[in-house]
């Protein structure tokens, strides 16, 4: 059955011609000979499509359509129109009616208009049904603020097909959890996410990471390795961190993504797989391909849908959410039981711009659930930088921090080392003091220390081995 159609007419005739030429096409279909009897209807069953005479006498199609919006919205109204009244049905269209008809009535019109209208309402449907799975899947996404739920239907409307996309934002945004989610939503949620971070893993393995390798390949290659392109074959591949790849390793991703097809180190034939590929930094790529870091045609290739997840500065109404989800979440994992938050540390959320975003939310609520001697978390138990009201560390600085605001990250935080000590050791407990200040935000402690993020995570990887 292609759906519900409920006509409004006034006059007998048209009722019934209307009736007979939706029932032929298997509508089912309900009749108001005025505009009072179509909102009962309305209240009582579940209604697609709404085809109303406008001038009628009593409520008007006009007065009925505003009517509906209130009663079903997610109905779509399609107005009938003698000539002399056009002006009205314009009027009407502004107030959100799919389309109008003017009468005499052609029968191919009617029939396609309200086929129309059925489409849209089916979409609409649709998309509110993955937003909500989206929202409340086991990624869970937590967040109702215009910003976010639009970034949600953006994901909702990209995650089926198989297109690229390419996620940007601030570090701690959720840019790997909307990965995953876009991954979960698509026909290829049963097969593998493989993720592989490109500023993580060292240049010279990151190929044989990428592309897997015979044996013999290499001195220590012993045995064949598949890459993770073959591992998400038929699934997705998450290429975190894209900003951070070398331009020999930009060409050779780049030729993978033309061809479809990879080789593996040492190996001899090209292989076929068949991957989706999600990309996420937070970088400028506009402004690294610009100053020839990053090549124009990767980025391209890469954006085909591009999603920017917004700061949680921006993201009005979402701290409390968020906070209340995360005190939940981790009085859980401690096995403490937790109320909530007092209205200062409340307060103080709010009022903090949240520099490293949901991370830095998120491991602010951790700390204060295990420090907390109550079942309410307390200004107290919060951060000393979101109990100051914190530095607004990126206002004004977009892509970079200013040097001021920097200074007020690290003021009043030293490092004593005994003489003595090594320089690897110096310099390894000034990057994981930094780290500490910055809530493990690798990306601002690159930028406070003035290294590459690559170096900080070459220089942790040292450390364990
Ligand atoms: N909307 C959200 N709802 C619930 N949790 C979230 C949300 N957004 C982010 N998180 C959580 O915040 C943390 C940081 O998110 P994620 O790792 O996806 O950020 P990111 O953008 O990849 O950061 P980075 O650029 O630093 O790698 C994760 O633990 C994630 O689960
Ligand atoms: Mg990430």
């Known amino acids: 059955m292609p759906g519900t159609l409920l006509v409004v007419d006034d006059e007998q005739a048209n009722l019934d011609s209307l009736e007979r030429v939706f029932t032929r096409e298997g509508y089912r279909v309900l009749l108001a000979a005025k505009g009072e009897t ?54 009407a269209m502004k107030d959100g009616a799919y389309d109008f008809l003017t009468k005499p009535l052609k029968r191919h019109a009617v029939l396609k208009s309200v086929a129309q209208a059925l489409e849209k309402r089916r979409l609409v449907q649709e998309n509110r049904q993955l937003r909500a799975r989206l929202a409340g899947g086991t990624t869970s996404i937590v967040g109702q603020s215009p910003a976010l739920r639009s970034t949600l239907d953006l994901i909702a409307q990209a995650a089926p097909s198989s297109a690229t996309v390419l996620l940007l934002g601030e570090s701690g945004t959720g840019k790997e959890l909307f990965a995953r989610a876009v991954h979960d939503h698509s026909g290829r949620a049963q097969a593998p996410f493989v993720p592989i971070n490109c500023a993580a893993i060292p240049e010279t393995i990151l190929e ?10 290499f001195t220590g290659a012993v045995q064949r390795k598949e890459g993770r392109f073959e591992r998400a074959n038929g699934g997705t591949l998450f290429l975190d961190e894209v900003g951070e790849l070398t331009l020999p390793m930009q060409v050779k991703l780049l030729r993978v993504l033309q061809e479809g097809e990879i080789e593996r180190l040492g190996g001899t034939g090209a292989i076929k ?18 100053e020839g870091k990053f090549r124009e045609d990767l980025f391209y290739r890469l954006n085909v849908i591009q999603v920017v997840l917004p700061p949680l500065r921006d993201r009005e109404g979402d701290v409390p959410l968020l906070a209340d989800h995360f005190v939940a979440r981790f009085a859980a994992k401690n096995g403490k039981p937790m109320r909530g938050l007092t209205a200062a540390a409340q307060q103080a959320l709010a009022a903090y711009t949240w520099p490293g975003n949901v991370r830095e939310l998120e491991n602010a609520i951790e700390r204060a659930v295990v420090l907390s001697r109550n079942p309410e978390i307390d200004l107290s138990d919060l951060p000393e930088q979101v109990r100051a009201g914190g530095p607004n560390l990126r206002a004004g600085a977009p892509g970079g921090l200013a040097g001021q605001a920097m200074q007020a990250l690290i003021e009043g935080r030293t490092l004593t080392v005994p003489l003595g000590t090594t320089l690897d050791e110096i310099e390894l407990r000034v990057i ?12 601002l402690a690159a930028q406070l220390l003035k290294i590459s993020v690559r170096t900080i995570y070459r220089k942790l990887n040292r450390e364990k081995e």
Request: aromatic fraction near 4%; glycine fraction near 6%; charge should be negative.
């Open 38 to 91: 179509a909102l009962t209807l309305l209240r009582d069953e579940p209604v697609d499509v709404v085809l109303t005479d406008l001038m009628m006498p009593g409520m008007s199609g006009q007065e009925l359509l505003r009517a509906v919006k209130a009663v079903a919205p997610e109905a779509e109204t399609v107005l009938m129109t003698a000539y002399g009244t056009v002006e009205a049905a314009v009027s």
């Open 208 to 217: 044989s990471e990428l592309f897997g390798y015979e044996r013999g390949a």
């Open 273 to 290: 797989v068949d991957c989706r590929v999600v990309a996420a930094t937070n970088q400028d790529l506009t402004a690294r391909v610009r």
């Open 432 to 443: 994981l003091e930094t780290l500490r200040h910055a809530n493990e935000d690798k990306n």
